[in-house]
């Protein structure tokens, strides 16, 4: 059974750094795009980055571009999302999803019904 298990939320001050990890079981990530949303109270879902193990294609929403960065380890069966310079609206549920894909998509990654697994979230919390 496909499961995603995303797990490296937590409090953090602005500024500070957090690295989120996605761990898949019951499948292997290749051909597979992963994408990380976030969800904040009462906003929709953001798709923010997506990766594909095909071809390490990758995609950026505007708002983490440069701060965040989204990496796959095949060995491990594992993306990571590493967070920089981490900002209090950065504040939310942050959710890893997968879909199969050969490449990366950016219409794809910044729309939640394109992905057909979903893990269960991880609270980040950008705050002094």
């Known amino acids: 059974q496909l499961q995603l298990v995303e797990s490296g939320g937590g409090l953090v001050q602005p500024g500070g750094s957090l690295r989120l990890s996605c761990a898949a079981s019951g499948f292997t990530l290749d051909y597979y795009t992963i994408g990380w949303f976030r969800q904040a109270p009462g906003k929709e879902r953001e798709g923010i980055s997506c990766i594909n193990s095909n071809d390490g294609s990758t995609f950026y929403a505007d708002s983490v571009k440069g701060r965040f960065t989204i990496s796959i380890d095949n060995a491990k069966n594992t993306v990571y999302l590493q967070m920089n310079s981490l900002k209090p609206e950065d504040s939310a549920v942050y959710y890893c999803?997968?879909?199969?894909?050969?490449?990366?998509?950016?219409?794809?990654?910044?729309?939640?019904?394109?992905?057909?697994?979903w893990g269960q979230g991880t609270q980040v919390t950008v705050s002094s």
């Open positions: 999803a997968a879909q199969l894909a050969i490449t990366v998509v950016q219409t794809m990654c910044v729309r939640s019904p394109s992905f057909g697994s």
